[in-house]
Structures are given as C-alpha cells and as structure tokens.
C-alpha cells in the first residue's frame, strides 16, 4: 500500500484489506518453505547416498555419477527456493510492519502537525475516519518532511 501525504488517506477498509492479503500472502510463503525444508531434509540423505555410492564405484560407473548430479542439482535448487522464499516472507513482514497502527504522540506528530499545515490536515483526514494513523503513513510524513528541508526537524522536545 502506497501512502501520499497530498492525498486523502486510505481507508480502513483498505489498509485491513492490505492486512489480510499480505497475511495470506505471509502463510503461503511459509507453507511453501516448510516443503522445501522438507524437500532439503529427503534430498540431504539422497546426496549421502549418492556420494558412497560413488567413493564404491569406478569411475566409468555413468549411472552412479548421474545419480550424484541429479541429488546435487535437486539440493541447489531447493536451497535457492528456500532463499528466494525467505526474502519474500521478509518484504511480506516489511509490509506488514507499515500497516500496523502507532500512537499519534509517539513521533512527535502533534508539534508537527502544528508548525507543518499539511501534516495537520492529512492527520485531520485519519481522525475524520475514526482511526489511528499507521507506521506507514508515519513514515511517509518523516520522509516529506526530510524531502522538504533536507533534514528532519526537531521532534524530541515533543516527545
């Protein structure tokens, strides 16, 4: 999801519908690593065998190696799937993270919104809504603001 301190802010309806897609999003990930960890835990001894097989037979032995080859190609690809997966249920997490709902005081958002006119009217539209601002929207306000002076202004007496 998306926040833009020039617009309205979205709704709750979106952000929980943002929530639970990227929580289904989250589980399907994690059922996919568990098979993967699975597949990893089958592949493992299938390459030991492959490889005793191999300290036993002659070289010229092709069905042995090819053995060898296959269960050391299946392990690579498993392992890349696990990490390809992994990185995916983070960006999942991150995602997750910047919808979660945070306290108006805890950033300094109320001294903020007084000095900036346009902080205070999209806090002014999520309270309109009955709702608390998310991380995500939060962060958008700190990244304006950076934008806009090149640093972020002193909050800490606010806090």
């Known amino acids: 999801m998306n926040f833009n301190i020039a617009h309205s802010p979205p709704t709750e309806q979106a952000i929980e519908h943002a929530r639970r897609s990227a929580f289904l999003q989250l589980k399907k990930l994690?059922?996919?690593?568990?098979a993967w960890y699975v597949a990893a835990a089958f592949s493992?001894?299938?390459?030991v065998f492959a490889a005793v097989l191999l300290a036993g037979a002659s070289i010229t032995d092709?069905?042995?190696?090819?053995?060898?080859v296959t269960t050391a190609a299946i392990i690579g690809v498993v392992v890349y799937r696990l990490f390809?997966?992994?990185a995916r249920a983070e960006q999942v997490e991150h995602r997750l993270d910047t919808l979660r709902p945070v306290d108006d005081?805890?950033?300094g958002l109320e001294k903020l919104a007084a000095e900036y006119p346009l902080v205070q009217e999209y806090r002014?539209?999520?309270?309109?809504?009955?709702r608390k601002m998310v991380f995500g929207e939060v962060?958008?306000?700190r990244d304006w603001l950076v934008a806009k002076h090149g640093k972020l202004p002193d909050v800490e007496s606010a806090a």
Request: charged share 15%; with cysteine.
């Open 30 to 34: 994690r059922i996919r690593m568990m």
């Open 44 to 47: 493992f001894p299938l390459g």
């Open 62 to 68: 092709i069905p042995g190696q090819l053995f060898f």
């Open 84 to 86: 390809k997966n992994y």
């Open 105 to 107: 005081s805890c950033c």
């Open 124 to 130: 002014g539209a999520v309270e309109a809504q009955k």
């Open 139 to 141: 962060m958008v306000i």
